[in-house]
């Protein structure tokens, strides 16, 4: 089986809180890319942004303006291709039927694809706290102070242990300790924004990456032929 994997791209309601930073049809183009060369594309996760609103707490709002301001890119994502997984951004998304995780069989080879939110340990057990530094965020963006909007989200990056040396970062650890106790061969998370490719024994982790912020990266699997490549640029 031949998969694709995109996370994080933070799609919003336009102006300065949408964190995507993408044209819409040249990022259609990519997903016609996808759509051509992989039987599946994985949507896992953070792929709408609704935590930034004006005043906090209004996600189910915030999902559909953002859906509203990317209408082509929502009507593309639900083709049957697409096989979403809600992140902690878009976690509103449970409501409406987009699972946590999904776990595959291909080719003798068990993949457990979760966004890896649950992993970081102020997101799982300081919700609350946890969105509350998003919103801040949001207001950081809007009153232009970009500098103070980097420099919290390299220390949130330093707090979360996330590290592309894979014997540093304690991210990975986590969810490779999970996928142990599951059984799972290959491990893909999103998340940290870091695309990454780490053997941890017999088993594999991967990161999708970001495709925010202007940036783009995915992920090729190829369960029959035994690849799993890291891709950072179209």
């Not at 330093?158 to 990975?172: E, I, K, M, P, Y």
Request: hydrophobic share 40%; net charge neutral; with cysteine.
């Amino acid at each position: 089986m031949q998969i694709a994997v995109i996370s994080d791209l933070h799609l919003g309601r336009r102006g300065p809180t949408d964190g995507f930073g993408h044209d819409d049809a040249e990022f259609l183009r990519f997903l016609t890319f996808l759509e051509v060369n992989f039987e599946h594309v994985v949507l896992l996760g953070d792929i709408w942004e609704t935590l930034t609103g004006t005043l906090p707490g209004d996600q189910a709002g915030e999902l559909d303006a953002a859906k509203a301001a990317h209408p082509e890119l929502a009507a593309r994502f639900r083709r049957k291709k697409y096989l979403h997984v809600h992140g902690n951004h878009d976690l509103v998304s449970r409501y409406f039927g987009v699972p946590e995780e999904i776990t595959l069989r291909a080719n003798g080879v068990r993949l457990l694809f979760t966004h890896g939110h649950q992993g970081d340990p102020l997101v799982s057990d300081r919700q609350s706290a946890s969105e509350l530094g998003v919103w801040l965020g949001g207001w950081l963006r809007r009153l232009r102070l970009g500098s103070v909007y980097r420099l919290a989200s390299t220390l949130d990056s330093v707090r979360g242990g996330f590290s592309l040396d894979a014997t540093r970062c304690s991210f990975q650890r986590a969810w490779m300790g999970r996928a142990a106790r599951r059984d799972v061969d290959v491990m893909v998370t999103g998340h940290t924004h870091l695309a990454t490719r780490a053997e941890h024994g017999e088993r594999l982790y991967l990161n999708s990456g970001s495709c925010s912020e202007g940036q783009l990266s995915y992920l090729a699997l190829d369960t029959r032929r035994g690849n799993y490549t890291v891709h950072r640029e179209f």
